[in-house]
């Protein structure tokens, strides 16, 4: 069965740091998509990347990088100079193509906490 | 307009009484889902509908029903409502055509049973 671990439940820092949330994932599906979602504290959840089992390159957007990593079942997000506004519950998710469609398992989420 | 709606956004309602939640779409997605989110247990899924005439179970279902009457309507429906049904709903849609299936989400409808 498909399964998402966020170990880190809360995190505070200070504005400007860098700061990396961690997902490990399980699944038994050679093709699957890796997802993290935002949820800021008006709490609506907001899309942020999607990322399949055959692409392992690092992706880059502005302040926020991932590192997928299919040898340690790992996919952690990094915002470079933490800003208020980063202040949210961030959602790592799975979807196995094989075995379970598009379905979702979200894991518990990280809340992230930036300090002026 | 948003792309994924909930309705009502807000509802308080007693032990009992039967509710129905509503999510409407504009995105074109043939897809569509039913999360609820508790504290400290992230989102799960209750039910998932890959087209108008293919409703299946999720994750969490006992005590909830749905009906898609259209492409773009899922409703979700608590027959008989209990506390432990406290929760925050998400309505999700993804369009399976293109191949991306990623879920784009509602701003969510916040329950209360008293």
């Known amino acids: ?32 998509y890796l997802f993290w979602y935002k949820q800021p504290p008006s709490g609506e959840l907001v899309f942020l990347i999607r990322r399949n089992s055959f692409d392992e390159q690092n992706e880059i957007s502005g302040r926020y ?37 598009d379905k979702l398992t979200f894991g518990t989420g990280t809340r992230l906490a930036v300090r002026p | 307009d948003a792309d994924v709606t909930q309705t009502p956004r807000n509802r308080i309602t007693k032990t009992g009484k039967r509710i129905m939640l509503e999510c409407s779409q504009t995105k074109g997605h043939d897809r569509m889902y039913w999360y609820r989110q508790d504290p400290g247990l992230g989102l799960r899924l209750i039910y ?20 898609r009457q259209a492409q773009a309507k899922f409703s979700l429906s ?21 191949g991306t299936d990623t879920q784009y989400f509602g701003p969510g409808t916040r329950l209360t049973v008293l």
């Open chain 1, 1 to 32: 069965a498909q399964k998402v671990t966020q170990a880190q439940t809360e995190i505070s820092v200070v504005e400007k740091e860098d700061v990396t949330l961690d997902c490990v994932y399980e699944t038994r599906d050679t093709t699957y």
């Open chain 2, 48 to 67: 998932y509908s890959f087209d108008v005439k293919d409703i299946n179970k999720g994750e969490i279902s006992d005590g909830y029903s749905v009906s």
């Open chain 1, 65 to 101: 990088s991932w590192n997928f990593q299919k040898s340690t079942s790992s996919f952690n997000f990094t915002i470079t100079a933490s800003q208020v506004v980063d202040s949210a519950v961030y959602f790592c998710a799975l979807s196995e193509a094989e075995s379970s469609g």
């Open chain 2, 78 to 98: 608590l027959e008989s409502a209990i506390p432990n049904q406290t929760a925050l709903y998400f309505c999700a849609t993804s369009d399976h055509g293109t």
